[in-house]
């Protein structure tokens, strides 16, 4: 019985290691395109009473939006970590992965929404639920970019 179950999970690893040596040059391009040099970058920054975000974006050659952002907020820790997503008409939903202070045992990852109006991103407030670990955007639920704190003027981005 134990030599059996050994074959069964020595058979399941060869699979899935040649599952992966066979993938077609077109999923390794796309992987690649997905990770390459963006074709624009800009960076912003939003101020609102003592707190302060600041927003380095990449757009991808895909449609792709990366970046990275940092969150200031009075009394409390610094938020550092990248944000992934894409535009949706004038709306950009992207996913933002961070850690909170030096702690970097723990990683959050929270839904957000971008609304571009000129060289304006506003960020909008929206309900949110967790299933099982994972947060979004409930649907149905508009997010309002009217009443918002958080408005990002252009910056020039800081060579770092």
Known sequence: ?????????LFACIGFQSCKKNQSPKVV??????????????????????????????TLKNGKITGDMVMKFFNMPKKVGKIAGEFRGDT?????????GTYDKITYKNPMAFLKRGNELILGNG?????????????GVPIDFERVKFKFKTVDCDAK
């Not at 019985?1 to 999970?9: A, D, E, T, Y």
């Not at 950009?92 to 909170?100: D, E, G, P, R, V």
């Not at 309900?127 to 649907?139: H, L, Q, R």
Request: proline fraction near 2%; glycine fraction near 4%; charge should be positive.
């Open 1 to 9: 019985m134990k030599n059996l179950g050994l074959f069964c999970l």
């Open 29 to 58: 391009e796309a992987t690649k395109v997905q990770t390459g040099n963006p074709i624009t970058v800009q960076c912003y920054k939003a101020l609102y009473q003592e707190d302060t975000i600041e927003l380095k974006m990449n």
């Open 92 to 100: 950009l939903f992207a996913s933002y992965t961070f850690i909170q």
């Open 127 to 139: 309900k949110i639920e967790s299933t099982m670990g994972a947060s979004y955007f409930v649907k």
